[in-house]
């Protein structure tokens, strides 16, 4: 009876550890993944869901030369022991044209997790090789600017005046540190194409931009400027005469159709004769005052007064 609570005993106690073991166990980081653009090669992954809020991550590397002749050992990669950011910088790491397996873990507290690999090995010869040109122009000279920025890329810039495919002039930037440059005393009035190519080293891979063309404006001549002034100011003078003649216009249109003016009747119109008024004397036999009458003939005025 005791053998048997004793063996159910060391059972509780195995399971119980386990229990703490598993429960203090640091998760893994997950979503392993290697971006590499113009040789630049960033290994990028997501923190593990844990419960260590100040979690510090460790990455390895192991290519043909570990593999081979160190009996398969990995090496640390310098610049990312216990970093805190989800992220590391390989370029320096990742000299060679061979096949890198890569691995990633997290440490917190003196714990570690699982090793998390990439998911298949890594070559720097697949690096993505990315550029972008960027043409201005300023007076008589062309500016060119380039990007993304990478010191491991050469560049090299071909211009040509359009219609003389045959003349052209080449500049070669090396490393790319202040991503412009400048071609001075162009022909003024002419139109010029640019085409960038670029290499990154160690890749033996290459590609181009496309084909941008300019035009270098002409200088402008000393009578040029009055002419422009005096030429403005016509046309203005001209704009305001015939919009104030279309605004009379318009104001007489609208007068005669809203406000339409009806002729006076005859009647109103003919002419009658005017009539004066005139004093009379009393008659002598009668008193009273003087009378107005109308206007009348000599001869009707001879009677009355007799």
């Known amino acids: ?57 460790s990455v390895q590397f192991q290519g043909e030369w570990e593999l081979l002749f160190k009996n398969g050992t990995w090496e640390e990669a310098m610049e990312c022991q216990s970093t805190l950011r989800p992220e590391c910088d390989l370029t320096a790491d990742l000299a060679s044209d061979s096949d890198y397996s890569i691995r990633v873990r997290a440490e917190c507290d003196g714990h570690h997790s699982e090793w998390t690999a990439l998911n298949a090995t890594f070559n720097r010869r697949n690096t993505i090789i990315a550029i972008i040109m960027d043409v201005k122009v300023t007076g008589d000279a062309v500016h060119v600017y380039i990007g993304p920025r990478s010191l491991t890329m050469t560049v090299t810039l071909t211009m040509w005046e359009q219609g003389e495919d ?100 005859s009647v109103l119109v003919d002419d009658w004769p005017v009539t004066t008024p005139m004093l009379l004397e009393p008659h002598k036999s009668l008193g009273g005052p003087l009378l107005s009458l109308p206007s009348l003939p000599k001869s009707d005025q001879e009677q009355l007064r007799s």
């Not at 048997?4 to 203090?24: C, R």
């Not at 071609?183 to 931009?209: D, K, N």
């Not at 919009?243 to 002729?263: D, I, M």
């Open 1 to 57: 009876m005791l053998q048997g609570n004793n063996v159910i005993s060391k059972v509780l106690l195995l399971v119980l550890h386990i229990t703490i073991n598993s429960a203090s166990r640091l998760s893994a980081p997950w979503n392993v993944t290697m971006e590499s653009v113009n040789m630049r090669h960033l290994l990028r992954w997501s923190a593990p869901g844990t419960f260590c809020a100040d979690a510090h991550y």
């Open 166 to 265: 045959y003349n052209t002039t080449k500049e070669e930037v090396v490393g790319v540190q202040h991503l412009s440059h400048t071609f001075p005393g162009l022909r003024q009035g002419a139109i010029y194409c640019l085409q960038a190519q670029a290499e990154v080293e160690g890749s033996h891979r290459s590609t181009s931009t496309g084909i941008q063309c300019v035009s270098v404006p002409s200088p402008q001549r000393p009578w040029q400027i009055p002419v422009a002034v005096t030429s403005v100011l016509a046309i203005t003078i001209a704009l305001a005469c015939l919009l104030g003649w279309a605004s009379k216009y318009r104001r007489l249109v609208v007068q005669n159709t809203c406000f339409h003016k009806e002729p006076l009747p």
